[in-house]
Nanobody
């Protein structure tokens, strides 16, 4: 069974950078699409970015486009979210997620079957 383990969260000043990692423990052979979502207290999960495991095609929410970059290292079974020029409104718990198929909407949390426990990102102004 695949497990997702995030790391790299922390406190960063507005305008700074941070890189999150998500390790797929148990291999990636069944993984087709991986996503990063974020959540603040009292709100649902918000899509940030997704990547096709096979070819690295990436998709972004408008709120992070141009500032965040999602990538994957197949040899390390790891997905990254590089965050640049962060803003206070980026403060959230960031979770990675995975699913075994490509088709369908990629921004809908309910389409992902595997989730990590999340890592806190706090952006100070």
């Amino acid at each position: 069974q695949v497990q997702l383990v995030e790391s790299g969260g922390g406190l960063v000043q507005a305008g700074g950078s941070l890189t999150l990692s998500c390790a797929l423990i148990g291999g990636s052979s069944s993984t087709a699409l991986m996503g990063w979502f974020r959540q603040v207290p009292g709100k649902g999960r918000e899509f940030a970015a997704a990547i096709r495991w096979s070819d690295g095609s990436a998709y972004y929410a408008d709120s992070v486009k141009g500032r965040f970059t999602i990538s994957r290292d197949s040899a390390k079974n790891t997905v990254y979210l590089q965050m640049k020029n962060v803003k206070p409104e980026d403060t959230a718990v960031y979770c990675c997620a995975a699913r075994t198929y490509y088709s369908g909407v990629y921004w809908q949390p309910s389409t992902y079957s595997m989730w990590g426990q999340g890592t806190q990102v706090t952006v100070s102004s």
